[in-house]
């Protein structure tokens, strides 16, 4: 059972506009919402995350936005750059004192010059 | 400030086999955790450790098993290889104070193919 989903495998947007990226959880219990950037060959990067106690966080171009009664993230890029381009995976923290995060599987972005 | 060093980066095995991963976090760091990706999959959760104790544990069979030493560097083994075993394998650290957070540092990953 998928507890956390990013139902669009990839989404392709031209330069300059808006990339919203779109992630479902289904456990309640979560504590911390993050989001990773990777770039082949790479290792995910670190990109922005939201307490559950919020509803927005902001990061320069990067806004997470968390609907916790729809059980719904979303991140915004504003503008698009094309080095943006790469995969997104939206991840979950239990609360407690474990790291593990539950990942969905990605979406890749591309962003057109 | 080096970041989480994993070795080798690339190999092939074949079925049957068995592969030690070694993973280097960055230095202070003293949680380690590692993570398996297959195209269909994603990251999934293999293992948690920190201060040399397996802290958490994720949904694979007993042939994957890790290990943390006392200066933090960890190693992960694969006995019995399979071929759905074939994947990227990251380690990721934590900062002190970040572990609440979930912010993890992951290194480039060991990318190994079964035959």
């Known amino acids: 059972d998928q507890q956390v989903k990013q139902n669009s495998p990839s989404l392709s947007v031209q330069e300059g506009r808006i990339s919203i990226l779109n992630c479902d959880y289904t456990?309640?219990?979560?504590?911390?919402f993050l989001w990773y950037k990777k770039y082949p060959a790479e290792g995910p990067t670190f990109l922005i995350s939201?307490?559950?106690?919020?509803d927005k966080n902001e990061d320069g171009r990067f806004t997470v936005f968390l609907n916790k009664s729809a059980k719904h993230l979303s991140l915004h890029i504003v503008p698009s750059q094309p080095g943006d381009s790469a995969v997104y995976f939206c991840?979950?923290?239990?609360?407690?004192?474990?790291?593990?995060?539950?990942f969905g599987k990605g979406t890749k972005l591309t962003v057109n010059p | 400030k080096a970041g989480v060093t994993q070795t080798p980066r690339y190999l092939i095995k074949t079925r049957g086999q068995q592969v030690t991963l070694s993973c280097s976090p960055i230095?202070?760091?003293?949680?380690v955790s590692w993570y398996q990706q297959t195209p269909g999959q994603g990251l999934q959760f293999l293992f948690e450790?920190?201060?040399?104790?397996?802290?958490n544990k994720g949904n694979f069979p007993g042939r994957f098993s890790g290990r943390q030493f006392s200066n933090s560097r960890s190693e992960m083994n694969v006995s019995t290889l399979e071929l759905g075993d074939s994947a990227l394998y990251l380690c990721?650290?934590?900062?002190?104070?970040?572990?609440?957070?979930?912010?993890?540092?992951f290194g480039e990953g060991s990318r190994l193919t079964v035959l």
């Open positions: 990721a650290s934590s900062a002190p104070g970040q572990a609440n957070t979930g912010e993890l540092f």
């Open positions: 456990n309640s219990m979560f504590d911390y």
């Open positions: 939201i307490s559950s106690i919020k």
């Open positions: 991840a979950a923290k239990g609360q407690g004192g474990s790291e593990k995060l539950v």
């Open positions: 230095s202070g760091h003293r949680s």
């Open positions: 450790y920190f201060s040399e104790t397996q802290r």
